[in-house]
Structure formats: C-alpha cells, structure tokens
C-alpha cells in the first residue's frame, strides 16, 4: 500500500502576509508552501521565528520574474505538479485571489481535492 501524503498549503504572500493562523498547524503533518512575490525579497524576524518550528515542512519559494499574475501561474503550477504526484493529495490554496475559484472548481469536477 502506497504512503499517503501529508496535505499541502499554498499561500499566496502577496495579498496573505498574516500567517498567525498557521499556529494551527504546527502539530500536523501539513506541508506548507509560501509564494513570494519578487518585491518581498526580506520578511519581517517575527514572521520567521514563528515560521521557524514547521522547519522543512515550510518552503518559501521566491518568484524571480515580474508579469501580471506571475505568482498566481507559480500556484498554478505546482498544484498540477502536486496532482501529477498523487491524485489522492489534498491540496489547499490560501489567497485573496478570486482567480484560482475556476481552476478549483475544475479540479473538484474531477475529484481532485483542492
């Protein structure tokens, strides 16, 4: 029997900046994934001491190129990228952005927990 992954959260730091509740996670196995826009090139020391206990569950992946949406295609693609790994994968997506409504809604049709 295949291992089951841990859930993952993909927050958007661009329009997301209040990761206080992510104090509820701390005693998960969530893998947490936070997308940096390239004008947040430094983060507050309180923002990473409280990072700090999630370890390597937490990444912080920094956008390079500049286009509208950019940081939006980055989620986008990694939740393919997610997906292609294990179908079965719960994925979350933590943002402002309306826009990622149609992507989940294709997903969910196709059973795809997102």
Not at 67 to 88: M, P, S, W
Request: hydrophobic share 40%; aromatic share 8%.
């Amino acid at each position: 029997m295949a291992d089951v992954k841990p859930p993952v959260l993909l927050v958007d730091f661009e329009n997301i900046q209040d990761l206080d509740h992510l104090k509820r996670l701390r005693n998960t196995d969530y893998e947490i994934r936070v997308f940096l826009g390239p004008q947040q090139a430094k983060l507050p020391t309180a923002l990473v001491r409280h990072a700090q206990p999630f370890g390597s569950r937490l990444q912080w992946i920094q956008m390079e190129g500049n286009g509208k949406n950019a940081l939006d295609f980055h989620i986008a693609y990694t939740i393919g990228i997610v997906v292609a790994e294990d179908r079965k994968r719960r994925i979350f997506v933590l943002s402002k952005d309306t826009g990622f409504d149609p992507l989940i809604t294709y997903l969910a049709k196709r059973s795809i927990s997102c």
